[in-house]
């Protein structure tokens, strides 16, 4: 084959690529008519985060190494919860969140495991070493924390109902989160873990921003309370907002 064919066919190839991820039938991941499009862009790694991956090591305690090791949990469950449930409620903004976001989040704590030889399988008592072939062979939906998997369990059952569910699981998914960093973050704090704290602040902030998406999903679904609607324990008009 010359030169010039194979030149044509990467350039085919690479023009209905771009076709089929524009494509707005509900099973691509673009579609201009939905609200969350102008609501959400991708999130990149922020330059603090980088920075304290690679600054020097800090005295971790015993319980800010679980708590590293459950919050990577609790990120890889946002990211997995929102997939799995797009796949039955296809709501754009589940993806988005997912493919732009979370994964990323889920990147960042990993890179903290990875610095300190983590082994985040292991909760509590989280342990040496760092172990990539453990924690992948757990797959899509299955965690090693008993409370994340559980929780696991109860969303995807509730979001796959109906598409209000399904984002009123983004809210219940949110909320917990801040609750556990909240906590976490005053762990980094006290230790004077500076690095873990960089992390553990872009991981919040997110959080901030997809809690308001998800509120504001239900809100242009006629929900007037947005996630207020769940009760007291969702309701968080104090989060910032951009």
């Not at 305690?61 to 679980?66: E, S």
């Not at 990120?75 to 903004?93: D, G, H, R, S, T």
């Amino acid at each position: 084959m010359n030169t010039n064919r194979v030149k044509q066919i990467v350039l085919l190839s690479s023009l209905f690529m771009i076709i089929g991820c524009n494509d707005s039938n509900g099973n691509g991941k673009s579609n201009s008519g939905d609200y969350s499009q102008s609501n959400y862009q991708t999130e990149s790694m922020p330059s603090t985060v980088s920075t304290a991956i690679s600054s020097n090591k800090s005295e971790l305690t015993q319980d800010l190494k679980d708590s590293i090791t459950y919050m990577y949990n609790e990120e890889k469950l946002a990211k997995e919860i929102y997939l799995n449930v797009y796949k039955k409620q296809p709501l754009q903004q589940l993806y988005n969140i997912a493919s732009k976001s979370e994964i990323k989040h889920e990147e960042a704590v990993n890179d903290l495991a990875v610095k300190y030889d983590l082994n985040i399988t292991l909760y509590p008592d989280t342990d040496i070493p760092y172990d990539k072939k453990s924690l992948d062979s757990y797959g899509n939906g299955r965690y090693p924390v008993v409370a994340v998997q559980e929780l696991y369990d109860m969303l995807y059952d509730k979001g796959i109902q109906s598409k209000k569910d399904a984002l009123e699981v983004g809210c219940m998914v949110e909320v917990t989160d801040i609750n556990d960093l909240d906590k976490y973050i005053d762990q980094a704090t006290t230790s004077n873990a500076s690095d873990v704290l960089d992390v553990f602040n872009f991981l919040r902030n997110g959080s901030y921003k997809h809690y308001w998406a998800f509120d504001k999903g239900l809100k242009n679904m006629g929900i007037s309370d947005g996630c207020c609607s769940l009760g007291t324990k969702y309701c968080h008009n104090e989060y910032p907002q951009n």
